[in-house]
């Protein structure tokens, strides 16, 4: 009889457990990053709780730093998903969940390695098979980091998010090692996103300086980084001014913005795009604005590639 009730009870064991991963998981997500990558890997539906930078529809639930618990309560997630950080959650947000059986699920986004397992990492942190295949996501990445013969036409560079004031993306930034591994090299070799005077920024020799911009109102850029350009054109270096808003995205759409980044950077050097194409993650790319160029144009080997 004892055998007989512990194989029910085992039989019952399994079958909740079964009942459990086929119930629609119920995510809050306190990172735009992470927010895209839980869309894109088909959980829209389960999204109930974001911040205000999110692209989602779902309930705003406050940010890290000023979680609405009263809104996230009415959504009661089963998941919340936070960008790792040295500081994690705060207190109060550990407290309400380990009251409310909430699961807290850290997941790293900020280097490229970190993005290249991303769409995994959420997966696991939800704990079901997720509608759309991680791997898509992540072969998408892949493709725009094979090697551009542009970057290594444009190397040393040195990538910028701002030029007043300058501000540069550090060789530990997702974005670096993506021109790293598209086969171009850095001229900054700090880390992090150092403010450079303008001394700063061309001691560090580069042959080129490219400035990534995503603002609305970065888009004119004909009328900015006329200082820069100034510069540039006195020293020999190319300057190279592009909006690509989506490569500053750390999530599932940076493949896109890297697609038209390597178009841009092609372009300038007068190279034809290369035939690499990602899976469609949403609408097709279509030109937004020709690079600024600054007349200090760089000087292509007529033997390179």
């Not at 009942?19 to 998981?25: A, E, K, L, V």
């Not at 701002?162 to 790293?180: E, M, N, R």
């Amino acid at each position: 009889m004892a055998l007989v009730m512990a194989a029910c009870h085992e039989e019952d064991s399994v079958k909740t457990l079964a009942d459990s991963s086929n119930t629609p998981p119920r995510i809050a997500s306190f990172s735009p990053a992470l927010t895209a990558t839980v869309v894109a890997l088909g959980w829209e539906q389960s999204l109930v709780g974001r911040t205000p930078w999110c692209a989602s529809t779902a309930p705003i639930v406050g940010s890290l730093n000023d979680v609405d618990l009263e809104t996230l309560a009415r959504a009661n997630p089963t998941l919340i998903l936070i960008q790792q950080t040295q500081t994690g959650a705060p207190p109060q947000l550990e407290q309400v969940a380990r009251a409310k059986n909430w699961k807290l699920e850290f997941v790293p986004a900020t280097s490229l390695d970190d993005l290249r397992h991303l769409p995994f990492a959420v997966a696991n942190a939800v704990g079901q098979p997720a509608p759309i295949r991680p791997q898509l996501l992540v072969d998408a990445l892949e493709k725009q980091l094979a090697p551009c013969a542009a970057s290594q036409i444009l190397s040393p560079a040195i990538l910028l998010y701002s030029d007043q004031p300058i501000g540069a993306f550090g060789a530990d930034t997702y974005l670096a090692q993506a021109w790293v591994a598209m086969g171009g090299t850095l001229a900054l070799t700090s880390k992090g996103n150092p403010n450079l005077s303008m001394e700063e920024l061309f001691a560090t020799q580069p042959k080129s300086i490219i400035v990534i911009v995503g603002a609305v109102g970065d888009k004119d850029l004909a009328q900015s980084h006329a200082v820069l350009d100034d510069a540039c054109s006195k020293r020999g270096v190319s300057l190279l001014a592009l909006y690509a808003p989506k490569s500053l995205l750390p999530g599932p759409e940076l493949a896109t913005g890297l697609q038209q980044f390597r178009a841009e950077i092609q372009r300038f050097c007068g190279l034809q795009a290369q035939p690499i194409q990602a899976p469609a993650l949403d609408a097709p790319l279509t030109p937004m604005n020709s690079p600024h160029v600054s007349t200090g144009q760089i000087k292509q080997d007529a033997d390179r590639p």
